[in-house]
């Protein structure tokens, strides 16, 4: 009896978890899903008003392309780490990409503009040996992107995002 109800209690707190952190919105490619997190509404309001925004999302850049599986398993395991990070405050001021985030970023330079890459090779320093991101550190987030420079940034309202049957308590659309 004492199992079922600890069985009981586990899952009970696993849904309670996943029903306030929005977690079914992580599963889209919404870029509004990164924002269920306050650390990311920097990054959200200057990638807003970016060229990217035109043309790409959230996770064409910061995700694996390679395959299905290996896009939800970056996510996956990001996301515990992120969520971990936060969790217990640890975050930093700045965010700073991983070295495995770096990879992915560049990769998915790579996918997009690697034909560009072809026509300017040793154009101004673009060698294939280097990466994007060490003279387009600014693209798309610019330079102020910390929490304290950007204290009040003005961002959409949540929406609904995701798999469907989750709603967030505070969007008066969803009510």
Wanted: hydrophobic share 30%; aromatic share 8%.
């Amino acid at each position: 009896m004492a199992c079922f109800a600890a069985i009981g209690v586990f899952a009970g707190s696993g849904l309670y978890v996943a029903r306030i952190s929005n977690a079914t919105s992580y599963l889209s490619d919404e870029p509004e899903a990164c924002i269920n997190c306050h650390i990311m509404k920097p990054y959200y309001a200057s990638w807003q008003h970016s060229s990217h925004a035109r043309v790409a999302t959230c996770n064409d850049c910061h995700v694996p392309h390679e395959s299905t599986f290996a896009k939800y398993a970056y996510k996956a395991k990001d996301g515990m780490r992120h969520s971990t990070i936060f969790t217990l405050r640890m975050e930093p001021q700045v965010l700073r990409a991983t070295t495995e985030a770096q990879h992915v970023i560049q990769n998915n330079c790579m996918r997009c503009h690697g034909n560009l890459l072809s026509e300017v090779n040793g154009f101004r320093g673009h060698q294939p040996d280097r990466q994007c991101i060490e003279c387009h550190r600014e693209t798309p987030h610019g330079r102020t992107t910390s929490l304290s420079s950007t204290p009040n940034t003005l961002t959409p309202p949540l929406k609904k995002v995701g798999i469907g049957g989750f709603k967030n308590p505070e969007n008066k659309e969803n009510k």
